[in-house]
């Protein structure tokens, strides 16, 4: 497995957000990609629903914050955004598409596209997103994935999407079960299919790493030690700690910062990178 303090040239990063209806198993899915990516010691107890870390989230059994995380497979670093998957949080799904390539969007094998789908999906093509269509719970009893992926296209078709967005990439899992399929008639071992159709599928991030710096922030927060900490996409360039930056506001106004603490994630936790 690749280091997480190696760095990784944009060709081998791709950045991805799942979207999907409430209940259609984003947290689930990711629980067992996460588990699969070799993260974690052998002996390492595992929590479920491992992104839903907040109180709120636990006690609902639903995610309300956009969660990041980083996994690795062969030489390729992977981050993922878990999204909120209910309507009234619909503001932290369109705001953290701006920083993923492609989207995979869970779709219920049995349920179908559900009105929380319609929301996420159209964000997603708006912006000019790909996304790769999974198709999940398919061991479920009564999943009919053949169904749901007619009402999907018949969706896809009713938003809008351009003739490159209608040639979504499917593939077949179970995120409980821990495995994922290329064809219904694969063999079911492990969640390998999906880990390649990410690689295939969702281009790079662009941008030049030679040009000035240049970050895009969807989060703020604070930390008592060390102050205003951002969170967000990479454009152009790159950064070293100890470095100054310059902050724009929204009017145009610039103040300058020291960097002191660059942040990563591997897994489930942060870890400080140089």
């Known amino acids: 497995m690749t280091s997480p303090s190696h760095f990784f040239p944009p060709e081998k990063i791709r950045n991805i957000a799942i979207i999907a209806h409430i209940d259609h198993g984003k947290t689930t899915l990711l629980d067992a990609l996460l588990k699969q990516s070799n993260l974690f010691r052998d002996n390492e107890k595992i929590p479920e629903r491992m992104m839903d870390n907040y109180d709120q989230e636990k006690e609902r059994g639903i995610t309300i914050f956009a969660k990041h995380t980083s996994l690795f497979f062969d030489d390729f670093k992977i981050n993922i955004i878990d999204t909120p998957g209910h309507s009234d949080f619909s503001g932290e799904v369109e705001r953290v598409l701006g920083m993923v390539n492609s989207v995979l969007l869970l779709i219920d094998a049995q ?69 994922a399929q290329k064809q219904l008639s694969d063999p079911k071992v492990d969640m390998r299919p999906l880990f390649e159709m990410v690689l295939e599928h969702v281009p790079p991030p662009p941008g030049n790493i030679n040009s000035p710096f240049l970050m895009q922030v969807a989060t703020l927060s604070y930390d008592d030690f060390l102050g205003r900490q951002a969170c967000g996409r990479i454009l152009e360039g790159k950064l070293r700690k100890g470095e100054n930056i310059t902050r724009i506001d929204k009017d145009a106004k610039s103040t300058n910062h020291r960097v002191v603490r660059i942040e990563g994630y591997l897994g489930l936790k942060k870890i400080e990178m140089e």
Do not use: W
């Open 111 to 179: 349920e179908g596209p559900m009105p929380q789908t319609r929301f996420v999906l159209s964000a997603a093509l708006k912006m000019g997103l790909r996304p790769i269509v999974v198709l999940n719970k398919i061991d479920r009893p009564h999943a009919d994935p053949d169904r749901a992926l007619n009402l999907t296209f018949d969706l896809f078709v009713e938003l809008g999407a351009s003739d490159a967005q209608l040639d979504f990439p499917i593939v077949y899992a179970s995120g409980l079960s821990g495995f």
